[in-house]
């Protein structure tokens, strides 16, 4: 993996605009994304990973609104890029796998059709044989037949739909791919495949990747390094041997110790409590009233992301504290 940036991601902040108060959803996130790493975001539902994906994409939308922050691609900051500078910059710099994407294919219009549409958007003036040519070599990349180019969604099995949709993804062979759930509704088997395939495509272009998931299993064959967001905020980020051997953040540990593990004969631990609402978030650490080892100093004081040796990053004045 190389100490090329492909992405940094800098105290980006996303709200939901209520008629009564700002819903931070993503509260002061800072990141950076190295070219050709393989980069997971986990966390429970509505902590933050799906809104983060939208906004770095600038398809997030009202009520949500970005509120401060910058995101820097190839030396441009895309939160302040006009409409058709965006508009040329997604797919082609920075692409998405959204969330249920294989159900966003159009069941009527044949898949060549659905991909010859994607290409022409962004690259006029292709012939029908260089647009087929184009077709069957991404359908290659993504482990599917050129025969697939001639069938309708409703003929494809799920894993086969959503390499369709990787396909798509790596048209204009984008330097970073965001992947939101990239395996959900899926069996277990097909979505090794799946995984697979997309590791195999990133790899190929030597793209840098953002996996959301909650899968830490998937997270910890796949990913290079672990972000945990939690209640809007990123909260640990560690290189994947150290985050699974040694968890810093609290609910890292939690997280680990509530997985199966196959070395292992353990009681399996659950995680107390429920994520805070974001309307009513806990004062100082939103973690601490769930957290086993939290002090008076955390109901007061919101802990900052700080940097620890080994390229770990987490957010809690406990390790502070044991690391100083
Ligand atoms: Fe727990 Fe305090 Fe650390 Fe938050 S800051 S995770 S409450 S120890």
């Known amino acids: 993996m190389s100490q090329d940036?492909?992405?940094?991601?800098?105290?980006?902040r996303v709200h939901y605009?209520?008629?009564?108060?700002?819903?931070?959803?993503?509260?002061?996130?800072?990141?950076?994304?190295?070219?050709?790493?393989?980069?997971?975001?986990?966390?429970?539902?509505?902590?933050?990973k799906t809104t983060l994906a939208l906004a770095l994409m600038r398809l997030h939308k009202a009520p949500a609104s970005i509120e401060g922050g910058e995101a820097i691609l190839d030396g441009r900051d895309l939160l302040k890029l006009d409409r058709e500078e965006m508009r040329q910059t997604r797919w082609s710099k920075l692409s998405l796998i959204p969330q249920g994407s294989m159900n966003s294919l159009n069941p009527v219009i044949k898949i060549k059709h659905q991909m010859a549409d994607a290409i022409e958007a962004h690259e006029r003036g292709r012939t029908k044989s260089e647009i087929s040519k184009r077709i069957w070599h991404l359908l290659g990349r993504v482990g599917l037949p050129e025969s697939v180019a001639e069938m309708y969604p409703h003929e494809l099995s799920g894993g086969m739909k959503q390499r369709v949709c990787i396909a798509?993804?790596?048209?204009?062979?984008?330097?970073?791919?965001?992947?939101?759930?990239?395996?959900?509704?899926?069996d277990v088997v097909v979505q090794r495949v799946v995984m697979q395939t997309l590791n195999d495509v990133q790899a190929q272009l030597n793209a840098a990747m953002i996996i959301i998931g909650h899968d830490m299993g998937l997270m910890a064959q796949s990913a290079d390094r672990l972000a945990v967001m939690y209640a809007g905020k990123m909260v640990e980020v560690s290189p994947i041997d150290s985050f699974f051997k040694d968890p810093q953040h609290p609910y890292s540990k939690l997280l680990i110790s509530s997985l199966p593990s196959p070395e292992e004969r353990r009681e399996l631990a659950g995680i107390p409590g429920s994520q805070p609402s974001l309307l009513d978030l806990p004062s100082g650490c939103a973690f601490?009233?769930?957290?086993?080892?939290?002090?008076?100093?955390?109901?007061?004081?919101?802990?900052?992301?700080?940097?620890?040796?080994?390229?770990?990053?987490?957010?809690?004045?406990?390790v502070e504290e044991q690391a100083s």
């Open 288 to 318: 601490h009233p769930r957290c086993p080892v939290a002090v008076e100093h955390c109901k007061q004081v919101v802990p900052p992301l700080r940097d620890f040796s080994g390229g770990r990053r987490a957010a809690c004045h406990l």
């Open 5 to 12: 940036i492909a992405l940094e991601v800098n105290n980006l």
């Open 17 to 48: 605009k209520t008629r009564t108060q700002d819903v931070k959803a993503v509260d002061d996130v800072s990141f950076k994304l190295y070219a050709g790493e393989r980069l997971g975001v986990v966390g429970e539902s509505g902590s933050g």
């Open 168 to 186: 798509l993804a790596i048209i204009l062979e984008p330097s970073v791919i965001i992947a939101d759930e990239p395996t959900s509704a899926l």
